[in-house]
C-alpha cells in the first residue's frame, strides 16, 4: 500500500472505520499515505510507542512495598505491567486528518434520507425485583470494600448479573469465590428466583404497548436482545404470538450470506415483528421494510450499536422516519451502560468532525465500559433520566425537506414501504466547520495536554479492565 501510494500521482483511500479507538490504529495507516507529515512530526515507523505514548492513553501498574520503615523508597516501587487504553487525542485530529481526509456519513449523501431518532424508555422494576437487585447490588459493594482482591475477580460476573437480572428475575447461577474450591463454601451472592417466563414483566408491558401502536401504525419492528443466555428471544416470541402478531426469530443457524434473503422471505410470509440477536445484523444488511428497531437489552459492543442501530437508515429507505427505541430500566446498571454508551457515541462522533459537548468531555474519560460502570456503581452515582435522553435528541437526523408522499397500506407480499420519486440530481454536501465548533476543538487540545502532563508525574491505576471493544454479553 504505501508502495502505490508513493508512486501515485493522486491517492484516494477509502475506509469506513478509520479509528479502533486506540493511537496505534490509526498509526500505520499514517505512514503508508502520509509519511512526510509523521516524519516531519518526529515519528519512526519502527517505534509506534513512541507515537501512542504521544497521542494515546498507557496505563502503568505497579507495586510498592509498604514497610515500617523507608516505606517511601525508590527501590521499593516496582512496574509490574502497563497497556494501552482506548482513546485517541484530538490533537491527531487537527495535525494529521483536518486538511487531507474527508468523513462523509449518510446525512451528508443530500435530501432523501428520512428522519431518524433513538429515543431511551425507562422502566420501572417490580417492587419484589427492585428489592432483591438492591441487595445483590449491596453485596457487590460491601464485596469490593471488604475483600478488594475477591471483589476485581468477580466483577464482570457481578456486573453481567446486575445488568441481565432486571430482564429475567429467575433462573441466574450464583456467584462464586474464585479463590475457594469447596462449591458448598465458595457462593458469594446467590440471586433469587421471582417468578418465572411466563410472568409478564413491566418491559414486557412496554415493548408489547410499542409493538401494538406501530404494526397498527402500519410498520414493522425489529427486537435486537443482547443476553444469549436468557430466554429472551423465546419468551417474546410466544407473547407477541399469542396476541395474534405474526414473528420469527433470526438465529445463528442462518448463515449470514442468506440472512437477508431469509428476512425478504419472513416479510413476504406476512411477518411483523423480527426479533434477533443485533450481533447477528450490525453489518451487511439493509433491513428498510422494518422502520422501528427496539433495542430490548444491549451489549458494551459500541461498534454492534452504531451497526444494527442504523439497518434500516438507508438511503432508498422510503419511509419518512426511521426510529430506535432503547428500553432500560431505572436505576439499574442498565440506565448506566445506556449513559455510557450515549457519551461514546460522542466520542466516536468526535474524530469524525461532529463536535459536542458530551463528545468532549467522555474524550478525557479513558476507562472502558466495564471498569466506568463498576465506579459509578461504587460510587452510587443516580444518573438523570432526562440527560440521557437529551443526549441522545442531539444526535438525531432531522430531515424537515424531505418530501413524502402518502403511503399506502403495505400487503404481506411487498418487501420494503412504496417507493417514492427520487430527484434526478442530489445536492452535494457543504461541510463548514463553525466557529463555536473550532473553539470546542481548540479547548479539548489543550485540556487533553493538561492532562496528558499530569499523568506524567501521577500514574492513574485502573485494576482489571476490559477492552471497550470485547463484548462481556
Not at 458448598?184 to 408491558?205: F, H, R, T, Y
Not at 408489547?208 to 417474546?236: C, H, M, P, S, Y
Request: a negative charge; proline letters at 5%.
Amino acid at each position: 500500500m504505501a508502495e502505490l501510494a508513493g508512486i501515485a500521482d493522486k491517492v484516494l483511500g477509502m475506509t469506513a472505520t478509520l479509528v479502533n479507538g486506540y493511537a496505534k490504529g490509526i498509526f500505520y495507516l499514517l505512514f503508508r499515505l502520509k509519511a512526510r507529515l509523521m516524519l516531519l512530526d518526529n515519528q519512526a515507523y519502527k517505534r509506534p510507542r513512541d507515537f501512542c505514548l504521544q497521542y494515546g492513553v498507557l496505563e502503568e501498574m505497579y507495586e510498592e512495598d509498604t514497610t515500617e520503615y523507608n516505606s517511601t523508597s525508590k527501590s521499593r516501587k516496582r512496574k509490574v505491567r502497563e497497556r494501552f487504553l482506548p482513546g485517541v487525542s484530538p490533537i491527531v485530529y487537527s495535525r494529521f486528518l483536518l486538511e487531507n481526509a474527508v468523513f462523509l456519513s449518510l446525512n451528508d449523501m443530500g435530501k432523501e434520507l428520512p428522519d431518524y431518532e433513538e429515543i431511551p424508555i425507562p422502566c420501572t422494576m417490580l417492587p419484589e425485583v427492585q428489592k432483591e437487585y438492591d441487595a445483590l447490588q449491596n453485596n457487590f459493594r460491601h464485596l469490593m470494600r471488604q475483600a478488594p482482591r475477591i471483589g476485581k475477580r468477580v466483577m464482570s460476573a457481578y456486573l453481567n448479573l446486575l445488568s441481565a437480572y432486571p430482564d429475567q428475575p429467575y433462573g441466574h447461577e450464583p456467584i462464586r469465590n474464585p479463590f475457594v474450591p469447596e462449591e458448598d463454601q465458595n457462593v458469594l451472592s446467590a440471586p433469587k428466583d421471582i417468578g418465572s417466563a411466563d410472568d409478564l414483566q413491566p418491559k414486557d408491558e412496554v415493548l408489547l404497548d410499542l409493538i401494538d401502536r406501530k404494526i397498527q401504525a402500519g410498520e414493522r419492528v425489529i427486537v435486537f436482545t443482547a443476553w444469549v443466555r436468557l430466554d429472551t428471544q423465546e419468551r417474546l416470541h410466544k407473547l407477541l404470538t399469542e396476541k395474534g402478531v405474526k414473528t420469527a426469530i433470526l438465529d445463528q443457524k442462518v448463515p449470514p450470506v442468506q440472512r437477508e434473503e431469509w428476512v425478504d422471505k419472513r416479510v413476504r410470509e406476512g411477518v411483523k415483528v423480527l426479533i434477533t440477536n443485533s450481533a447477528l445484523v450490525e453489518t451487511g444488511l439493509d433491513l428498510n421494510a422494518f422502520t422501528t428497531l427496539v433495542f430490548y437489552s444491549m451489549g458494551y459492543k459500541l461498534f454492534t450499536l452504531r451497526q444494527a442501530s442504523r439497518r434500516s437508515w438507508r438511503i432508498n429507505q422510503k419511509a419518512p422516519a426511521v426510529k430506535v427505541y432503547m428500553l432500560y430500566y431505572e436505576d439499574t446498571m442498565q440506565q448506566k451502560c445506556l449513559k455510557l454508551m450515549a457519551s461514546k457515541l460522542a466520542v466516536a462522533g468526535l474524530i469524525e468532525g461532529n463536535f459536542s459537548e458530551e463528545g468532549l468531555a467522555a474524550m478525557s474519560d479513558v476507562q472502558d465500559m466495564t471498569s466506568q460502570m463498576a465506579k459509578e456503581l461504587m460510587l452510587g452515582i443516580r444518573d438523570n433520566v432526562e440527560d440521557i435522553a437529551a443526549a441522545f435528541k442531539k444526535m438525531a437526523f432531522e430531515n424537515p425537506d424531505r418530501e413524502v408522499p402518502e403511503v399506502p397500506e403495505v400487503p404481506a407480499e411487498e418487501t420494503s414501504l412504496p417507493p417514492e420519486s427520487v430527484p434526478a440530481m442530489i445536492e452535494q454536501p457543504k461541510r463548514v466547520f463553525t466557529a463555536e465548533q473550532e473553539e470546542k476543538l481548540q479547548a479539548a487540545m489543550v485540556q487533553l495536554e493538561q492532562q496528558k502532563a499530569k499523568r506524567t508525574k501521577k500514574t492513574q491505576q485502573v485494576e482489571n479492565q476490559l477492552s471497550l471493544f470485547d463484548s462481556v454479553a
